[in-house]
C-alpha cells in the first residue's frame, strides 16, 4: 500500500509537470501559475482556493479547471476532482492533457472503462506517451485484464526503457 501512494505522489509530480505546459488565457495566466506553485508546495487547499475564484471570473476557463481538478486529485478530494476534469474536458475535449488528468480522477473514483476511454483517446494522439501507457496498464489491471495490462507496460518500456513506473507495475522496480 505504501508502494501504491509512493508511486502516486510521483504520478501527481508528472502530472504538475505536463500542467505547466496549459495555456492559459492571459488575464489569469499570473493566478493560474500562482496555484500551481501552491500545488507544488503541496498547498493544495489553498491553490483550489485560488482556482475556484478564477473560475467564478471565468467559468469557461478550461485550464483553470483541469488545474483544479488537479489541485483536488492531489488533496486526495477525488470526488470534486473529477467534477472538474469533467467540466475541463467538456469545455476542451481536444486537449489531450487534460484527458489524462481525468482518466487519472476516473481511476480514484473507481471508473475505470471511463479512464480506459481517456487513456486510449489521449494514445490515438500519441501513442508513445510512456505514462499514459503506464496508466493504461494500472487501470486495466484494475478491471482485472492482466494480460492487456502486461502489454500496456511492455509498450511503455518500448516507448521509455527507463520509465520507472512502468517497470514498478510490471513488479521490477
Known amino acids: 500500500m505504501a508502494m501504491r501512494r509512493k508511486a502516486k505522489q510521483m ?19 499570473q493566478t ?6 501552491l500545488m507544488g508546495a503541496g498547498r493544495y487547499a489553498e491553490a483550489a482556493q485560488m482556482l475556484e475564484a478564477t473560475i467564478v471570473a471565468e467559468p469557461e476557463n478550461a485550464a483553470a479547471w483541469n488545474m483544479l481538478g488537479a489541485a483536488h486529485n492531489y488533496g486526495e478530494n477525488y470526488a470534486r476532482a473529477n467534477e472538474a476534469a469533467e467540466r475541463a474536458v467538456s469545455l476542451d475535449p481536444a486537449t489531450t492533457s487534460y484527458r489524462f488528468n481525468r482518466a487519472l480522477t476516473r481511476w480514484e473514483v473507481g471508473q475505470f472503462e471511463g479512464a480506459l476511454d481517456d487513456h486510449d483517446a489521449v494514445l490515438a494522439r500519441n501513442p508513445n506517451a ?3 501507457l503506464t496508466e493504461r496498464g494500472a487501470t486495466l489491471a484494475a478491471l482485472d485484464r492482466y494480460e492487456e495490462a502486461e ?23
Open 11 to 29: 504520478m501527481r509530480t508528472l502530472a504538475l509537470a505536463v500542467l505547466a505546459f496549459v495555456t492559459a488565457p492571459v488575464a489569469y495566466a
Open 32 to 37: 493560474l501559475e500562482g496555484a500551481q506553485a
Open 130 to 132: 510512456a505514462n499514459v
Open 151 to 173: 502489454a500496456s507496460w511492455a509498450a511503455s518500456l518500448v516507448a521509455d526503457p527507463n520509465y520507472v513506473w512502468a517497470h514498478y507495475y510490471r513488479g521490477q522496480a
